[in-house]
């Protein structure tokens, strides 16, 4: 089942699109919308957005109902409380529309969300509404974590089946002395890194999703002094349509370099911006 929290929005019109066609490639197409009413639109307006989604996923036969929930005073917790208990959900929600206080997500109601530990949560940007939610090429950035797979499985399960590639990308981060007098054999023994666990993660992905074309995954290593620049940069080369970005719950606690450099990817991605987080 997918859970979307909609705010009522064009822009919760865009997110809905990603949510209706995550749900549209589960086993058991469900879509489950969720809002509370804290004065931003009105019970007509949101009720009429509903009525329109509810067609679409009849297109699609999806399983479509929705909740409108009085305000409470914290819109926050009045969400959380309407999530159900249910590990194999998946909750969507969107990241901000505007900057405020020089940030998309820092603060926002989807990095609240982020925290939530009932289900896995995907907070998504969307810079190109046109795509409606279908992206075609994703680049996975990796961090190089020891659970493989298991943090994006529950999101690229569901995307797969609409993807002609996937680009899994590994950034080396070096400082800027350190870059500076890089020798060849480092940078050679760096990159043989990064690439030997892509391998595993490819080997993986494969595992685990069988049916996905070989042809369709690719790798690459980058050695840089700035990870956010590097994945823009990779995001506009390849022309990707969606950049999916995992956090944990130590990035979670506002670690002040990494939360900058996932606004800046934010901020400047040319693309769709994913950002999830698995219990």
Known sequence: MIILAHDGTLYGDWVAQYAINLAANGQQPKLLCLHV????????????KFVTLEKLCTLQKIDFSYHILPSTGNTYRTLRHAIPHDSNALLVCGT???MRKRSLLTGSMAEKLLKTHLCPVL????????RLGNPHSLLLP?????????RFMPFLSRLAPQLHHLHLFR??????????HLSRRREEALR?????????????????????PHYALNCQVS????WPDEIVIQATRLKVHLIMLGISERNLAHQLVFGK??????LNAPCDVGIYRAP
């Open 123 to 130: 907070a998504v940007r969307v810079v190109l509404p046109g």
């Open 171 to 180: 950034v080396m981060t070096l400082d800027f002395i350190r870059h500076a």
């Open 223 to 226: 050695i840089a002094t700035s």
């Open 142 to 150: 990796l961090a190089g974590h020891g659970q493989g797979s298991n």
């Open 37 to 48: 009413l804290d004065g931003s639109v009105t019970e007509e307006i949101i009720a009429h």
């Open 192 to 212: 043989l890194s990064g690439m030997h666990y892509l391998d595993l993660i490819t080997r993986d992905i494969l595992e685990k999703l069988p049916e996905f």
């Open 96 to 98: 901000r529309v505007k």
């Open 261 to 266: 450099g996932l606004e800046q990817v934010l």
